[in-house]
């Protein structure tokens, strides 16, 4: 299974950016997927997630209400809309993909077993 992650850039605070994983080598559909972000020196948060069917979706308190996250099952792609970015969401950006049946959407690192290969995301003030 193979992740690949693009979107990523340098925007100005207040703008916007869409990230996109697309998913090959595996059945897409039967994946929970997340999107997380790292800084140097520090963990790789989950930012938010999605399960297989679309809903429910979880995002962390720093980004409720400015990202959403989505799914395409027939692309294999997952999509994170940031909007009204600010400086603090400078980060290289991680999707991954979780086959766990578990029913709630997962948000810790070690609940995903694939992962991308990162893109980085670099908002100025």
């Known amino acids: 299974v193979q992740l690949q992650a693009s979107g990523g850039g340098l925007v100005q605070a207040g703008g916007s950016l869409r990230l996109s994983c697309t998913v090959s080598?595996?059945?897409?559909?039967?994946?929970?997927m997340g999107w997380f972000r790292q800084d140097p020196g520090k963990e790789r948060d989950v930012v938010a997630a999605i399960s297989r069917s679309g809903s429910p979706t979880y995002y962390a308190n720093l980004v409720k209400g400015r990202f959403t996250i989505s799914r395409n099952n027939a692309k294999n792609t997952v999509y994170l809309q940031m909007n009204s970015l600010k400086p603090e969401d400078t980060a290289v950006y991680y999707c991954?993909?979780?086959?766990?049946?578990?029913?709630?959407?997962?948000?810790?690192?070690?609940?995903?077993?694939?992962w991308g290969q990162g893109t980085q995301v670099t908002v100025s003030s």
């Open positions: 991954a993909a979780s086959t766990a049946l578990i029913p709630f959407v997962k948000t810790a690192r070690d609940q995903y077993d694939y």
């Open positions: 080598g595996g059945t897409f559909s039967m994946y929970d």
